[in-house]
């Protein structure tokens, strides 16, 4: 005789969209690195994220500096770097949908979500993972000060 399985069903979760990428600049116009991204731009995200756990914060950027190592063994030449990172660069897309996951398994605010959908959209280049990678160091350093946790 069939189960009756209407009652057991766990209830289905409502579907949501992940926030759409807002724009990130990395330079000025004159090609440097804006002095504002490992700065106050970098101080604002690291408040945004005070409630992440830093070792939760840590992996993704973990996971940041193995690419960059990648990128740096395939490519030891800095002229070739740039190929090096395209053929790398579905790992760093990865890290939207790690981010996704992580926030929503652990609860976390949208901002840690919504940082990685930003840059993610954001690096289309060697040079911009390389100004992405600096923007994160400095978020990680700020981060270590505001964080909520004992």
Not at 42 to 58: D, F, G, M
Request: charged share 30%; no cysteine.
């Amino acid at each position: 005789m069939p189960r009756d399985r209407s009652h057991s069903a766990k209830p289905q979760r409502e579907a949501t969209n992940l926030p759409a990428p807002e724009p990130v600049r990395y330079y000025d116009a004159d090609g440097n690195l804006l002095p504002d991204l490992v700065d106050q731009e970098a101080e604002k995200w690291a408040r945004q994220l005070a409630n992440v756990r830093t070792a939760q914060l840590r992996r993704f950027y973990d996971s940041v500096l193995a690419l960059a190592r990648q990128i740096q063994l395939q490519a030891p030449e800095p002229q070739h770097r740039e190929r090096a990172f395209q053929t790398l660069k579905a790992q760093f897309k990865m890290l939207r949908s790690k981010a996704a996951y992580t926030q929503k398994r652990n609860r976390l605010p949208e901002s840690f979500l919504r940082f990685f959908v930003n840059h993610t959209a954001a690096v289309q280049s060697y040079k911009d993972f390389e100004a992405f990678r600096r923007h994160f160091e400095a978020v990680m350093g700020f981060h270590r000060f505001f964080a909520r946790e004992p």
